[in-house]
């Protein structure tokens, strides 16, 4: 996304107050205009991500406003949102004939209308950046709570920021409104993501620098997603996106611990991830959750080949065998982790990676043999 900025165009003073409130409070950087003549200026030197306009304009034809448009390479991709009274079907058609990218009816309650065609133009938006220079963005999944997503997120980044030094290496907890990643690396966070969509202006080093934290035991940097349930409240949702690109543009690989959550916030994220570790265990309730999120990834564009699929036994053997977890999922389990016990738990207790309180078990040998997988996976789906 080119920006988080949106023009609104309309002659009616208090739609475009409504709007241009709505809008804000989301935090959409918003600018408006009364006429066509308004508009083409505007549109030439705001270079909007997106504009929103009635183009039934009091001072020239919206036929002539999108020619000039269309004809100007810097404004012929931006989206337009119309945004009008009329219901003629035959209206509606021309205009769509016209270019224009979707119409909206003006009527009562349509707030959360305008707000989820933003959020999905933002979205198709962010694929026309470049991201040569990015790093890779790992995100961590389980549709179950309990199943030792924190964990294995933390353990696997810290095997891989040693196997790739001097490259780095930054967690993100996505988890809202309250994470747990930075009391389990002892980590004493500077400020949080939630904090840092509020920042004005563009996500400098500089910027990043202030909220971004470290651990001496940790081999990466960590950004906590709030640090209370307060604190998410501040959370900005478009910032989010621009935020992770700025974060991808300052690490080579971003581990993203989502939990069991999927929202507006999330699901962006995991479209934009080059690998999705999908974390199930072996009893049936949840195998079949497992089943149903990876056809929703399915289903919003998500490759197979960009699915990272682990079977954490943390409960016992009891369940499904792997053979038979493989057969309902369609899809081939990377590596199963053994039950551990409470060991896990005791190097979780001393904020402390697995291997340097069990140096040479077999969860050790596992967790470092799951991180070598993921690399060679990387490195896959970046050729």
């Not at 995100?139 to 920021?161: D, E, Q, R």
């Not at 053997?317 to 990377?334: A, F, K, Q, T, V």
Request: with cysteine; charged share 25%; aromatic share 8%.
């Amino acid at each position: 996304m080119k920006n988080n900025k949106i023009l609104i165009a309309d002659k009616d003073h208090l739609t475009e107050n409504w709007l241009s409130s709505l809008l804000s409070k989301e935090g959409y950087d918003v600018k408006t205009a009364r006429t066509g003549k308004e508009f083409l200026e505007k549109i030439a030197s705001e270079q909007p991500s997106l504009a929103i306009i009635d183009p039934d304009f009091p001072d020239m034809k919206f036929e002539l406003v999108h020619d000039v448009i269309s004809i100007n390479p810097e404004t012929a991709d931006i989206p337009i949102i119309v945004l009008s009274n009329k219901d003629d079907p035959k209206v509606i058609s021309a205009l769509f004939d016209k270019g224009i990218s979707d119409y909206i009816v003006k009527r009562p309650n349509i707030e959360n209308e305008i707000l989820g065609k933003c959020v999905r133009f933002f979205r198709f938006n962010k694929n026309k950046s470049s991201l040569a220079d990015s790093g890779q963005i790992i995100s961590f999944f389980s549709p179950k709570g309990g199943i030792g997503v924190s964990t294995l997120c933390l353990n696997m980044a810290h095997y891989l920021a040693r196997r790739v030094e001097p490259k780095k290496v930054l967690v993100v907890d996505l988890v809202l409104p309250l994470g747990s990643l930075a009391l389990m690396t002892g980590s004493k966070q500077k400020g949080s993501l939630a904090q840092l969509t509020t920042e004005s202006g563009s996500y400098s080093t500089r910027i990043l620098d202030k909220y971004i934290s470290s651990s001496l035991d940790w081999k990466f940097s960590i950004l906590e997603g709030s640090l209370t349930p307060d604190d998410a409240l501040a959370l900005i949702p478009p910032k989010v996106e621009p935020l992770f690109e700025a974060l991808s543009a300052n690490y080579d690989y971003l581990f993203v611990e989502m939990g069991k959550t999927l929202s507006r916030i999330s699901i962006p994220i995991l479209e934009k991830s080059d690998l999705i570790v999908l974390i199930t265990g072996s009893d049936p309730v949840t195998v079949e959750l497992t089943q149903s999120s990876l056809s929703y990834l399915y289903d919003i564009g998500i490759a197979k080949n960009n699915i990272f699929v682990i079977l954490n036994r943390a409960t016992g053997r009891e369940g499904y065998s792997r053979n038979e977890i493989e057969e309902i999922l369609d899809i081939p389990i990377e590596i199963t982790v053994p039950y551990a016990d409470t060991n896990f738990n005791l190097s979780t207790n001393q904020n402390k990676p697995y291997d340097s309180v069990h140096h040479s078990d077999s969860i050790t040998m596992s967790l470092k043999d799951l991180t070598n997988k993921l690399l060679d996976r990387l490195e896959e789906v970046e050729e």
